[in-house]
């Protein structure tokens, strides 16, 4: 079960689950005359994060620390790049980039104590403009609200794809915090020599 509650207006109670049962909605609703509102959700099956997409590929991701939530990064030549890796704190050596063909990018979505998970499904590159797509590979389910952390995806993009001059880098399509007045960084002006 992830959720249950009433439903004042409509007289009835509403029940999200979990299963991969084809039946339990139909058989849980048919046994409570009309009364009960049964929605569900797919068992999450394995997931990974999408390793590359048109115009860009997946490097590297982890977990940092909470100053990096809601944060985005460039870094278009080789000493920006081990300033970046070492901010947010990845294990390993950083990678080998041909920043004459790439550019790093990082995004830092924020996580609580409960649900760490988070699954990078996509970057979008189009009207001057990069941001990450991201899921929760288990929702539906009840998080706490805390930042504990940022989950971070650090991403090689083409310089092909991008404006000669430059981009905007977001961390997702639309604002998901307060912005600069809390101290984060979702939004940043990057410019290409």
Same mark, same amino acid.
């Given at each position: 079960?992830?959720?249950?509650?009433i439903?004042?207006?409509?007289?009835?109670?509403?029940?999200e689950?979990?299963?991969?049962?084809?039946?339990?909605?139909?058989?849980?609703?048919?046994?409570?005359?009309?009364?009960?509102?049964?929605?569900?959700?797919?068992v999450?099956?394995?997931?990974?994060? $999408?390793?590359?997409? +048109?115009?860009?590929?997946?490097?590297? #991701?982890?977990? @940092?620390?909470?100053?990096? =939530?809601?944060?985005?990064?460039?870094?278009?030549?080789?000493?920006?790049?081990?300033?970046?890796?070492?901010?947010?704190?990845l294990?390993?050596?950083?990678?080998?980039?041909?920043?004459?063909?790439?550019?790093?990018?990082?995004?830092g979505?924020?996580i609580?104590?409960?649900c760490?998970?988070?699954r990078l499904?996509d970057v979008?590159?189009?009207?001057?403009?990069?941001?990450?797509?991201?899921?929760?590979?288990l929702?539906?389910? $009840?998080c706490?609200? +805390?930042?504990?952390?940022a989950?971070? #995806?650090?991403? @090689?993009?083409?310089?092909? =794809?991008?404006?000669?001059?430059?981009?905007?880098?977001?961390?997702?399509?639309?604002?998901?915090?307060?912005?600069?007045?809390?101290?984060?960084?979702?939004?940043?002006?990057?410019?290409?020599?």
């Amino acid at each position: 079960m992830v959720g249950a509650g009433i439903d004042i207006i409509r007289n009835v109670v509403t029940l999200e689950v979990k299963t991969n049962d084809p039946s339990f909605e139909e058989r849980m609703e048919s046994q409570s005359g009309g009364r009960l509102d049964v929605t569900v959700h797919p068992v999450p099956g394995p997931w990974q994060n $999408a390793s590359d997409g +048109d115009g860009w590929r997946l490097i590297a #991701f982890g977990e @940092a620390g909470g100053e990096e =939530a809601y944060t985005v990064h460039a870094a278009t030549d080789q000493e920006a790049f081990v300033t970046m890796w070492t901010a947010l704190g990845l294990d390993g050596d950083v990678p080998a980039v041909e920043f004459a063909e790439e550019v790093i990018v990082s995004f830092g979505h924020g996580i609580g104590s409960s649900c760490r998970e988070m699954r990078l499904d996509d970057v979008t590159i189009e009207g001057g403009e990069v941001f990450s797509l991201t899921s929760d590979p288990l929702s539906p389910r $009840a998080c706490t609200s +805390d930042l504990a952390g940022a989950a971070v #995806f650090v991403v @090689a993009v083409s310089r092909d =794809a991008l404006p000669a001059n430059g981009f905007t880098l977001r961390l997702s399509h639309d604002p998901l915090t307060c912005g600069a007045e809390c101290g984060s960084s979702e939004e940043i002006e990057v410019l290409l020599r």
